[in-house]
């Protein structure tokens, strides 16, 4: 059983910046892909970013590309989400998900991911 711990949120002006991040343990696969979704109230659950632990380019959702940027530490089995110029509507609850398809299904196509962090809230409001 793996077991994702997200860390990071906040609350933040517009423009400003935040961290996120995931440390992961017990997952069962070597490699596997690592990122967050994101859920708005009202709104439906949507994949941000997402990086494969084996090497390979990360996927961003179009919203958050050149603002957002996500990295690895294998040694720590830990992603981070960087989240710079953060706006108004990229508020919401995010969720560190792991898979272990290294095509970023969950991410691009909306399948299931394989396992869940608890979420953590980020908002961005003046």
């Known amino acids: 059983q793996g077991v994702l711990v997200e860390s990071g949120g906040g609350s933040v002006q517009p423009g400003g910046s935040l961290r996120l991040s995931c440390a992961v343990s017990g997952y069962s696969y070597n490699s596997y892909s690592l990122g967050w979704f994101r859920q708005a109230p009202g709104k439906e659950r949507e994949g941000v970013a997402a990086?494969?632990?084996?090497?390979?380019?990360?996927w961003y959702a179009d919203s958050v590309k050149a603002r957002f940027t996500i990295s690895q530490d294998n040694n720590k089995n830990t992603a981070y989400l960087r989240m710079n110029s953060l706006q108004p509507e990229d508020t919401a609850m995010y969720y560190c998900?792991?898979?272990?398809?290294?095509?970023?299904?969950?991410?691009?196509?909306?399948?299931?991911?394989?396992?869940w962090g608890q979420g953590i809230q980020v908002s961005v409001s003046s």
């Open positions: 990086i494969y632990t084996g090497g390979g380019s990360p």
């Open positions: 998900a792991a898979d272990p398809s290294p095509f970023y299904f969950p991410w691009k196509i909306g399948t299931q991911a394989s396992h």
